[in-house]
T-cell receptor, first 109, second 113 residues
Framework: GENVEQHPSTLSVQEGDSAVIKCTYS??????FPWYKQELGKGPQLIID?????GEKKDQRIAVTLNKTAKHFSLHITETQPEDSAVYFC????????FGAGTTVTVRA | DGGITQSPKYLFRKEGQNVTLSCEQN?????MYWYRQDPGQGLRLIYY???????QKGDIAEGYSVSREKKESFPLTVTSAQKNPTAFYLC????????????FGSGTRLTVV
C-alpha cells in the first residue's frame, strides 16, 4: 500500500515568514495529492490539492509543488499569520487516501 | 447546507461496553470512511465503504465494526475487544473516486472511564 512520510513534525515560524512542509510517497500510481488543515478539536479541512498532471498550484498565500519523478510534494505558506497555526496533513491517493503523520505549525506573533 | 455530521462530540465508555458513533452525510457521496487519530499521530483508517451494503477493513479494523445500510449513514461500533479505544474518531465522505477530496466531520472524542 501507499506510504506517506511528512517532515517536519513541528514547525515554528515568526509571523510574516514562510513555512514549508515536505512529503514523500511510495506508490507511483498515486495521482492526487491534497493538503488538509486541522484546528484543535475539529476535523481536517481541505486547503489545496494538486493532481499528477500539474507541477505547481497556488491559491493566495498557499502553494503546492509536485515532483512525480522524485515522488515528493511540498506545501508553501507565505506571509504567515497567527490563524495559520494548526496541524497540517499531506495525503496521496490512488484508490483511497493515505495520510502523512502531520506537522504542527506555530506562528509566533 | 450540505455536510457531514458526527455525534456525539464527546463519549465516555466503561470498560467492557460497546459504543456506537454516528456519522451522517447529505452530500450524496458514495464513499464513507472512519479514521482514528491519536495525539501526535496521523490518521489511521479503520473501515471504509464505497457503496451501500459493502465495506472493507482498513489498517486497524480489529475491535471495530461498521454497517452501511443507507447511503447517508455509516455508524461505527467500538466493541469491548478494542483494547485501547480512547482516541479522536473522524468520519469522512467522498465521491466514489477519492480524487475529488474528502469531506470530514468534526469528530467524536471517545474516552474510556
Amino acid at each position: 500500500g501507499e506510504n506517506v512520510e511528512q517532515h517536519p513534525s513541528t514547525l515554528s515560524v515568526q509571523e510574516g515568514d514562510s513555512a514549508v512542509i515536505k512529503c514523500t510517497y511510495s506508490d507511483s500510481a498515486s495521482n492526487y495529492f491534497p493538503w488538509y488543515k486541522q484546528e484543535l478539536g475539529k476535523g481536517p479541512q481541505l486547503i489545496i490539492d494538486i493532481r499528477s498532471n500539474v507541477g505547481e498550484k497556488k491559491d493566495q498565500r498557499i502553494a503546492v509543488t509536485l515532483n512525480k519523478t522524485a515522488k515528493h510534494f511540498s506545501l508553501h505558506i507565505t506571509e504567515t499569520q497567527p490563524e495559520d497555526s494548526a496541524v497540517y496533513f499531506c495525503a496521496a491517493a490512488d484508490y483511497k487516501l493515505s495520510f502523512g503523520a502531520g506537522t504542527t505549525v506555530t506562528v509566533r506573533a | 447546507d450540505g455536510g457531514i455530521t458526527q455525534s456525539p462530540k464527546y463519549l465516555f465508555r466503561k470498560e467492557g461496553q460497546n459504543v456506537t458513533l454516528s456519522c451522517e452525510q447529505n452530500l450524496n457521496h458514495d464513499a464513507m470512511y472512519w479514521y482514528r487519530q491519536d495525539p501526535g499521530q496521523g490518521l489511521r483508517l479503520i473501515y471504509y465503504s464505497q457503496i451501500v451494503n459493502d465495506f472493507q477493513k482498513g489498517d486497524i479494523a480489529e475491535g471495530y465494526s461498521v454497517s452501511r445500510e443507507k447511503k447517508e449513514s455509516f455508524p461505527l461500533t467500538v466493541t469491548s475487544a478494542q483494547k485501547n479505544p480512547t482516541a479522536f474518531y473522524l468520519c469522512a465522505s467522498s465521491q466514489r473516486s477519492p480524487l475529488y477530496g474528502y469531506t470530514f466531520g468534526s469528530g467524536t472524542r471517545l474516552t474510556v472511564v
